[in-house]
T-cell receptor, first 111, second 116 residues
Framework: QKEVEQNSGPLSVPEGAIASLNCTYS??????FFWYRQYSGKSPELIMS????GDKEDGRFTAQLNKASQYVSLLIRDSQPSDSATYLC???????????FGPGTRLSVLP | EAQVTQNPRYLITVTGKKLTVTCSQN?????MSWYRQDPGLGLRQIYY???????DKGDVPEGYKVSRKEKRNFPLILESPSPNQTSLYFC???????????????FGPGTRLTVT
């Protein structure tokens, strides 16, 4: 059974700080990694994808992937109260067509 | 407006009474999927479909059926619902050209199902 683990939180950071969200996965064959954001009562929305080791930056978001350690992270710089949401890590294998999501980390950015 | 729609949005039913949750997308997406979301467990994939008449099981398919007779529709069928199927259900679709490989899933608004 493929597993994706995240700290459930809540993770609280002050406005303007860097929020660091972590995710580990069990399937070494996983090839594609994603971060979704889900506001309370809303649907998930894709914010970052990463496929190779290293860092990928998009605006205030940076995804980091370390396949050897089976570890994915998301950094949110200059955190804003509007970033308060649950962040879901998702993993997809190379041959499989299904996605496995982690339980999500709830982030609270305090004004 | 490009969107994924689900109906109904809320449903309360009794054990054993067959129900169908509809999902429709107007974006000509080939890949469609159903998830359930439970507290502490995150999103778990029930079934997915790569195209018309092509469906496959996700991680938690027991107690569910799907069909894909048209590209735009992907209904989820619970033939004999039980209380452990009480959950929040999401339908999602991905654009062609490998969208599902890139993780670009567009989610519907969700259906909250309660089985008593």
């Amino acid at each position: 059974q493929k597993e994706v683990e995240q700290n459930s939180g809540p993770l609280s950071v002050p406005e303007g700080a860097i929020a660091s969200l972590n995710c580990t996965y069990s399937d070494r064959g996983s090839q594609s990694f994603f971060w979704y954001r889900q506001y309370s009562g809303k649907s998930p929305e894709l914010i970052m994808s990463i496929y190779s080791n290293g860092d990928k930056e998009d605006g205030r978001f940076t995804a980091q992937l370390n396949k050897a350690s089976q570890y994915v992270s998301l950094l949110i710089r200059d955190s804003q109260p509007s970033d308060s949401a649950t962040y879901l890590c998702a993993v997809k294998g190379y041959y499989g067509q299904n996605f496995v999501f982690g339980p999500g980390t709830r982030l609270s950015v305090l004004p | 407006e490009a969107q994924v729609t689900q109906n109904p949005r809320y449903l309360i039913t009794v054990t054993g009474k067959k129900l169908t949750v509809t999902c429709s997308q107007n974006m000509n997406h080939e890949y469609m999927s159903w998830y359930r979301q439970d507290p502490g467990l995150g999103l778990r994939q029930i079934y997915y479909s790569m195209n018309v008449e092509v469906t496959d099981k996700g991680d938690v398919p027991e107690g569910y059926k799907v069909s894909r007779k048209e590209k735009r529709n992907f209904p989820l069928i619970l033939e004999s619902p039980s209380p452990n199927q009480t959950s929040l259900y999401f339908c999602a679709s991905s654009p062609p050209g490998g969208g599902n490989y890139r993780g670009e899933q567009y989610f519907g608004p969700g259906t909250r199902l309660t089985v008593t």
